[in-house]
């Protein structure tokens, strides 16, 4: 019996395209399995983890995830993370853009010599100071606070930040701002009522290059905060994972409650994520 | 003269040039004040955060200091010392080598996949999401998975070679000195790949099709199209991705501290856990502050040579 006749003419695939997509998704689908795995070990009970390490798991255990998620604190470290992330961004974002617009488009004595003083930042590596960071905190008596890492997230990706808004700025068209100027607005009205409204593409992204790299930091994280209240994710994770080494269940299972939900706000933003996390690189 | 002089040009573009004349109102003189508002709180932040804790490294490091009693002045003593410790040494031939193996597994791996998702057929899209999923994860959860992936009993990887009758070849691969380092640029490779893949394609995007149709024409194969028009194509493209990836290399740590904390006996050292094992472990903060200003150095006169060298063949070629 021929059904193809009854079907739409499809133009056959080439063998070309076949093995194309064959090599494609081998690729894809081999890099991506290792997060499948982590996702349905965290089912397993240890003692099905030990003998059959790939197998799918006989029955799905929901409470590991609930345990993990008591046992490491989890909803705390995300609260922690997202306060922390959230003020930095926004102050971030906000003093950054308020100065990319004076370095593009204001003229005052000193602008290119502090411009340049500003772009050191993009060449140095945060472990550079991280010594003398620490004593500052201390000094400051601010350790062990969120402002321990809330000051140097603000600090640290300003020049990179800075950069690329400035960058952005200087494409404006300038007859709007003039236009404003006219019509008897201030420095400051026009800053904030013209031009800073025009800037929402390029802040959206430097908004999603910031939050990930914020999100996912380590180092200031680790050595600037030790209260376990205070922890943000990365660092409660790494010492969730030393108190559980070998109860994979419950690692898998923090791990897939911490890498999870930023999969699916990625998946849901792709596009933006993607041109966020380039940019700078593809100019 | 030929062209404007600078407080020329100055003066012509939009409002608030700095050249007033004598008798400038006092609101002028306000407004020309309010332009430094704008950059305070940067400029402030950024001199707290970042320039005092560098100018404070470079001092630190003459000094010998445990973090609580004074400082001791003691001159080149610390850049001596590092010299001569056999295990910071090694730390740059081991950054060396995940360098180079990120080169390969990030920026030549993000190449090729870029040629080979770079079709507008159905499920490519999705794809090359999939792809570049992993950069948005922290390198801790990249790290911790992957230490479960090559465990040697458990782990995915030995248990999937098994079950391909490879189980000979299971090992336990974070552990061994020789595979260590090797394993954590996989690791590298995984998370950063699509990055790279994804600025590849956005200019291989930019090559205009009909080259592509010419050489065909021309009889080239599809690897001929690929080295003699895509590769020279991408030059400047490459030359950004490696300096990236270099500059990457050096700052990184998340993935050594997770994974390997610069063991199996130093095999996977590098400067920054070193660094971090000198000050927050030993409490030697002039020395780690005095590796901290080698590594600064380390990595701008890398980066200055090869953005010197890039460009002097650019010279060169046209």
């Avoid at chain 1, 993370?81 to 950054?96: E, K, Q």
């Avoid at chain 1, 600090?155 to 930040?161: I, Q």
């Avoid at chain 2, 056999?86 to 080169?103: D, E, F, M, P």
Wanted: some cysteine; charged content about 15%.
């Amino acid at each position: 019996m021929s059904t193809s006749a009854a079907l739409p003419r499809r133009r056959v695939p080439s063998l070309g395209t076949v093995l194309h997509y064959w090599v494609a998704a081998t690729v894809v689908v081999g890099m991506a399995f290792p997060l499948v795995w982590m996702l349905y070990s965290g089912f397993k009970t240890n003692q099905e983890i030990a003998a059959a390490p790939l197998a799918l798991p006989a029955v799905w255990r929901w409470s590991h995830f609930a345990e993990a998620w008591q046992l490491g604190n989890l909803g705390r470290l995300y609260l922690n993370s997202l306060l922390v992330t959230g003020v930095s961004v926004t102050a971030l974002v906000m003093i950054a853009s308020l100065a990319a617009y004076a370095f593009a488009r204001l003229r005052f004595r000193g602008r290119d010599s502090l411009f340049y003083l500003l772009l050191i930042g993009l060449l140095l590596p945060a472990q550079v100071v991280i010594i003398p960071l620490f004593f500052l905190l201390r000094d400051l008596q601010l350790l062990n606070s969120y402002w321990a890492l809330i000051l140097p997230y603000t600090s640290w990706p300003l020049a990179l930040t800075i950069y690329l808004l400035r960058s952005y700025y200087l494409t404006l068209e300038r007859e709007l701002e003039d236009a404003a100027r006219i019509d008897g607005a201030n420095l400051f009205q026009t800053y904030a009522f013209v031009m800073f409204p025009l800037v929402r593409p390029a802040l959206a992204t430097v908004v999603i290059l910031n939050l990930v790299n914020l999100w996912n930091e380590l180092l200031f994280a680790m050595l600037f905060i030790q209260s376990e209240q205070l922890r943000t994710l990365p660092a409660g994770l790494l010492a969730f994972s030393g108190y559980y080494l070998i109860d994979y269940r419950l690692v898998f299972a923090a791990l897939s409650i911490t890498t999870v939900p930023i999969l699916v706000v990625y998946f849901a933003f792709q596009r933006h994520v993607i041109a966020g996390l380039t940019t700078g690189a593809l100019d | 003269m030929a062209f404007p002089s600078r407080a020329r040009a100055r003066s012509e573009v939009g409002f608030g040039s700095d050249r007033r004349p004598a008798g400038a109102s006092r609101a002028a003189r306000l407004e020309d004040a309010q332009k430094y508002l704008f950059v305070l709180p940067a400029l402030v932040l950024f001199a707290t955060f970042v320039l005092l804790p560098l100018a404070s490294a470079v001092y630190y490091s003459f000094t010998v200091w445990d973090g609580l009693r004074t400082p001791e002045w003691v001159g080149w003593w610390n850049y001596v010392r590092a010299w001569n410790d056999s295990v910071h040494v090694r730390s740059y031939l081991n950054v060396g080598v995940y360098i180079a193996g990120t080169l390969v597994v990030e920026v030549a791996f993000g190449l090729l996949m870029a040629v080979l998702l770079a079709s507008n057929r159905r499920g490519f899209g999705f794809m090359r999401g999939l792809f570049f999923s992993p950069m948005v994860l922290s390198m801790v959860a990249a790290g911790l998975l992957w230490t479960y992936v090559y465990d040697y009993r458990r782990g995915l990887l030995n248990e999937g070679l098994r079950a391909v009758g490879l189980g000979g070849w299971a090992h336990p691969w974070l552990s061994d000195g020789a595979t260590a380092m090797l394993a954590v640029i996989v690791v590298s490779g995984w998370k950063y790949a699509g990055f790279y893949m994804i600025i590849f394609l956005a200019a291989l995007r930019r090559i205009p099709q009909s080259l592509y149709e010419a050489a065909m024409l021309d009889g080239a194969t599809p690897l001929q199209r690929f080295a003699h028009v895509t590769l020279p194509l991408l030059r400047e493209t490459t030359i950004v991705a490696v300096l990236l990836c270099v500059t990457g290399g050096f700052a990184a740590f998340d993935l050594f501290f997770t994974m390997t904390n610069g063991g199996p006996f130093n095999a996977t050292e590098i400067p920054t856990t070193w660094i971090v094992k000198q000050a927050f472990d030993r409490h030697n903060m002039g020395y780690g502050a005095a590796l901290t200003v080698v590594m600064t150095v380390v990595v701008g006169v890398v980066s200055l040579a090869y953005l010197l060298a890039t460009r002097r063949r650019h010279a060169v070629e046209y």
